[in-house]
């Protein structure tokens, strides 16, 4: 029988896809803003970059972490 918490966790699947599409938004948006770090006059706030690369290693870790398992994989704690 489910426990009540259970009830309302997404499934890594789903998690895994929300990081997917939050690390291209955020990879994106950094791509975007490289150039204009190197014109002259860029008025780009560094903890503004800072915050995009931390976003997008944070959407990556998350990504790996909660990538679903293959269908033939065999679980370590399945003892």
Known sequence: MD???????????????ACIAGLA???????LLLPAVFQSGAQIH????VGLVVLSAAFAAGARYWRPRA?????ADAD
């Open 25 to 31: 938004l955020s990879a994106g948006v950094l791509v």
């Open 46 to 49: 560094p903890l503004a970059l």
């Open 3 to 17: 426990r009540p918490g259970d009830r309302w966790s997404p499934s890594p699947t789903a998690l895994s896809a």
């Open 71 to 75: 269908p033939g994989q065999i679980s």
